[in-house]
């Protein structure tokens, strides 16, 4: 990532004493240096520090640390180690390249050695605040790296380049284009540039596709690409406007001798409008970056090192109106540090996110979200693993839910470039399945039921030939399930899918009565020879109460009946009041005695032997009914089943339209 500075210039090292091919090396390197060209002059300061000898300590010193500085804003951490440690060897002055081992220490990982560095440069500078936070932040990180968070981040292979590739921008108001920045590109006649080593930037876009794939990244073949390096912008609300960054060399400029500057360009359909320069302040010598627009769009928020800042880079704003822009205001000490706080990006909630190093972080450049309490108090917050890491992380843009997106970082880059990551909260997989039968167990394909939760979700879906169903549902809602088919009574199931870190199935199944057939209610029980309920009748009395709920509009008939011992009278008589009391039970339950019709049949009915009872009892055969004559041929042990059998309760629907009209 191309990072900037306002470092002083250097001591001239041309008044000092050596030889003549180092002096020049040494004062095209010092050039090169004042321009932020760090490419260039790293070589240009190798050069001179291998024509200096041993002898000349103090000016091998200042070569290998100021190259150092040129590795380190060019984020090659190993490089700039070395060359830190070098200036150390040759006892250097100026003991802030403790300060300088520190950070590249910190932004390599090595947590040990950057505390020590952090310590070595505080015994001296007790007071310093990027010395202060970065040992503040060796004792947090394996408090941080605790942390556990539910976002994962990984590299976006489809917009990786064998470049460098940062700063992605989602279009609002769709979300549906990826606008970024890479220098993938060399641009006709143009050189590599001095200051990172690599092509100029400039603008490529992707759309995605309605599957969800994104397509081949291309050029913008537009006016927001020109000879210069366009760098990190942000859109207004509407999606119209691009604010952006082109940076420029040092007296190429056409327009002025700044080397950042803020444009802006008007999108319509795939066309661009000629970008315009916006004037911000009229030091032509101050730097303007990474403008972003406000979502109400009455500030323009942007990076600069405008004189009365906190030091590096810091965050402003002005208010903006269409033609005017006024006087920059600073967004002050609880975010602004001594090092860079740069690229501010509004989350779709209206949150602002920015990247630091000067702030405690992971090391390079951190994300921080700042979250505004009230007028008077503000809080910036550090985002955990995996948005952070010990590399640069910077650049961040969402999707409207905020819950994906994608941001820019070097990690895992030996040479420092930058790379776009894909981050997303993965959605665990909740499943609702099973299956709809009747009450013999044949299934019922193509019963169609009904999902609703309090989420809002209301949805119908169909069993398939084997009466299975499954469907995708949310987590965290209350369910209603409700089972139709035709010919059949409805069923309603209702549960309840928690929120899960983990692939969650939930097993919902139902048996459906059919409408126009007798249906034999199992494990209703009635003292001997009397008509009271026992308890155990408890879970077939609910289940009927139930069913009768689920289908408001049904009249049915509660049949009772005995088994062949006893009189006919007395058996009608005992039936009937048996069905009598069901039919209490329901309505002191709330069933409206309408809806009831008990009816006692004594023993003239016997049981129709079904499939169901002829899986469970293989002595019976479908079809055949259970008439005395029958039953007296069977052993004792049948008998006793097959009277247990026509000792039933049973109910048939009447009606389907009580109060339906």
Known sequence: MKRLYSLPLLVSLCCLMMSCGAGRTLRKAEKHFDYGEYHEAAIQYGKAYRMLTSQERNLRAEAAYHRGLCFQRLNQCVKAENEFKKAIRYALPNDTVHLNLAQVYHESGKIKEAEAAYQAFLEYHPEDVLANNGLLACHKIPEWKQQKSKFVVRKSTHFSSRRGDFSPILIPTEYNSLLYSSSIRLKEGQKNSKITGLPDNDFWISRQAASGEWEKPVWIDAEINSEFDEGAGQFSADGRTLFFTRCVTKSDSIQSSSRTEVFRSTRTASEWSEPEKILLHRDSTVQFAHPCPSPDGLFLYFVS???????????????????????????????NTPGDEVFPVFHPDGSLYFSSDGHPGFGGLDIFRIIKHSEDMTEVEHLPQPFNSHADDF?????????????????????????????????????????????????????????????????????????????????????????????????????????????????????????????????????????????????????????????????????????????????????????????????????????????????????????????????????????????????????????????????????TTFRLF
């Open 305 to 335: 090192d405008l004189p009365g800042g906190y030091g590096g880079k810091d965050l402003w704003r002005c208010e903006m109106t269409d033609q005017r822009f006024g006087p920059p205001e600073n967004l002050g000490p609880e975010i």
């Open 395 to 655: 650049g961040i843009t969402f999707f409207a839910s905020g819950e994906k997106g994608f941001l820019s970082s070097n990690r895992d880059n030996a040479r420092g470039w930058d790379d776009i990551f894909q981050f997303e909260m993965p959605q665990s997989r909740i499943l609702v399945i099973g299956s709809v039968v009747d009450r013999y167990g044949e299934e019922l394909p193509d019963a169609i039921l009904r999902i609703v939760n309090s989420k809002g979700m209301n949805t119908r879906i169909r069993t398939d030939k084997k009466g299975k169903y499954q469907h995708l549902i949310e987590p965290g809602a209350d369910y209603a399930l409700l089972g139709t088919a035709r010919a059949y009574l409805n069923q309603a199931q209702q549960f309840k899918a928690i929120d899960a870190d983990k692939d969650t199935t939930y097993v919902v199944n139902f048996t459906l009565t059919p409408l126009y057939r007798p249906v034999r209610i199992d494990n209703i029980f009635f003292a001997f020879d009397r008509a009271d309920l026992l308890p155990e009748s408890a879970p077939a009395l609910e289940e009927l109460y139930k069913l009768l709920i689920d289908n408001p509009h049904i009249v049915v008939e509660l049949g009772a009946h005995t088994d062949r011992k006893g009189g006919e009278e007395y058996n009608r008589n005992l039936s009937e009041r048996r069905a009598q009391a069901v039919v209490q039970y329901l309505t002191q339950e709330g069933i409206e005695a309408e809806r009831l019709v008990a009816k006692g049949y004594g023993k003239q009915m016997p049981a129709k032997v079904d499939s169901y009872m002829q899986d469970k009892h293989r002595f019976l055969k479908e079809g055949s009914y259970l008439e005395e004559s029958f039953i007296e041929g069977l052993s004792p042990e049948q008998q006793d089943v097959a009277d247990q059998i026509n000792r039933r309760c049973e109910f048939k629907v009447l009606k």
